[in-house]
């Protein structure tokens, strides 16, 4: 079936650095969907993207969807403590969520 | 505003044991949701429901049991639990499927000895 790699599964960071996680698929989607999870919390989306190249900001978050649609991303600039959490990439059409990236900031 | 919520939030139980775990969303979405989540594996779908008496199998169905008799409720039931099935499980609801965001439930805690 169709799958959804992400890619660290894990990222330790100095609070202040960069981070970036990476969504891929096997096949062309749809839509990519972001979702952040605390840590004890539950899912909460941040945000679609839809089309090709697409490219969204909020604050220090950047997402990214691939040309051909079978890749996203997301960047953090200068992380603080209050980004910590889980972060998934999601695909609608197949109701997919990729496995996470967990993101520590140390302080 | 209630929003979805779980209920039991912890649940202990023997093997071999029926389980119910509850959802209820007061927005009147049509999509349901359930999702377990274990390390290792993120997120995998259960089973989801498009409207009352409308039930579909998601990746990993077997040994739940699903119903939706009304709109608000989506009650997820594992009838003869196994350890396999200790994990956090997640309820959402989304208004529509495609290109719409899931509003998640706080979860429920299963351990099943």
């Known amino acids: 079936g169709q799958q959804v790699m992400q890619i660290p599964q894990y990222q330790h960071v100095q609070e202040g650095e960069d981070f970036t996680t990476y969504c891929n698929s096997s096949?062309?989607?749809?839509?990519i969907q972001w979702y952040k999870q605390r840590p004890g919390g539950h899912p909460v989306f941040l945000i679609q993207?839809?089309?090709?190249?697409e490219v969204k900001k909020q604050k220090r978050l950047t997402f990214q969807f691939g040309e051909a649609k079978k890749n996203s991303s997301l960047h953090i600039t200068a992380t603080q403590t209050t980004d910590v959490g889980t972060y998934f990439c999601?695909?609608?059409?197949?109701?997919?969520f990729g496995t996470g990236t967990r993101l520590q900031v140390f302080p | 505003d209630a929003g979805i919520t779980q209920s039991p939030r912890y649940k202990i139980t023997e093997t071999g044991r029926q389980v119910t775990l509850m959802c209820h969303q007061t927005?009147?979405?049509?999509?349901m949701f359930w999702y377990r989540q274990d390390l290792g594996h993120g997120l995998r779908l259960i089973y989801y429901?498009?409207?009352?008496?409308?039930?579909d199998k998601g990746e990993v169905p077997d040994g739940y049991v699903v119903s939706r008799s009304k709109t608000e409720n989506f009650p997820l039931t594992l009838e003869s639990a196994t350890r396999s099935q200790t994990s956090v499980y997640f309820c959402?609801?989304?208004?529509?499927?495609?290109?719409?965001?899931?509003?998640f439930g706080p979860g429920t805690r299963l351990t099943v000895l």
């Open positions: 927005w009147s979405h049509s999509y």
């Open positions: 429901s498009a409207a009352a008496d409308i039930t």
């Open positions: 096949t062309t989607l749809s839509n």
């Open positions: 993207l839809v089309k090709s190249g």
């Open positions: 959402a609801s989304s208004i529509v499927i495609s290109y719409n965001e899931q509003f």
């Open positions: 999601s695909n609608t059409d197949k109701l997919i």
